[in-house]
């Protein structure tokens, strides 16, 4: 039985990917490993990704117009967490809005240039 799927990102920066995820969106920070840092984990309301020191896979050049989504995190209020995020000068790449599949979704770029859908069922 699956109980949860982990998303694992790679970064160059460790330190700072923690960062952001921290300051901007309000993840907390599990553990590292090894000094200087290979290995993260950060949560937030108990979900985790991991982050790994790592060169990310090669981009697609039409990864942002096509809105090729590196994580769908499903939440429970859309407009709460956005004018969270939004304050705290999170890069919006899609704006809050009501989808045609029963959503209220908005699309983050984080610091590694991932994009991270956040969606609230209608």
Same mark, same amino acid.
């Given at each position: 039985?699956?109980?949860?799927?982990?998303?694992?990102?790679?970064?160059?920066?460790?330190?700072?990917?923690? $960062?952001?995820?921290? $300051?901007?969106?309000?993840?907390?920070?599990?553990?590292?490993?090894?000094?200087?840092?290979?290995?993260?984990?950060?949560?937030?309301?108990?979900?985790?990704?991991?982050?790994?020191?790592?060169?990310?896979?090669?981009?697609?050049?039409?990864?942002?117009?096509? $809105?090729?989504?590196?994580?769908?995190?499903?939440? $429970?209020?859309?407009?709460?967490?956005?004018?969270?995020?939004?304050?705290?000068?999170?890069?919006?790449?899609?704006?809050?809005?009501?989808?045609?599949?029963?959503?209220?979704?908005?699309?983050?770029?984080?610091?590694?240039?991932?994009?991270?859908?956040?969606?609230?069922?209608?």
């Amino acid at each position: 039985m699956i109980r949860q799927i982990v998303p694992l990102f790679f970064t160059l920066n460790i330190p700072a990917t923690l $960062e952001y995820y921290r $300051e901007k969106l309000g993840f907390d920070c599990l553990g590292t490993w090894q000094d200087p840092p290979v290995y993260a984990i950060m949560a937030r309301d108990g979900h985790a990704i991991h982050i790994r020191c790592a060169a990310p896979p090669s981009a697609n050049p039409d990864k942002y117009a096509d $809105e090729l989504l590196d994580a769908y995190v499903h939440i $429970e209020n859309a407009d709460a967490l956005h004018a969270e995020l939004a304050g705290k000068g999170v890069e919006m790449v899609r704006n809050l809005a009501d989808t045609p599949w029963h959503t209220r979704e908005f699309v983050v770029k984080d610091c590694d240039g991932r994009l991270l859908a956040f969606g609230a069922s209608l």
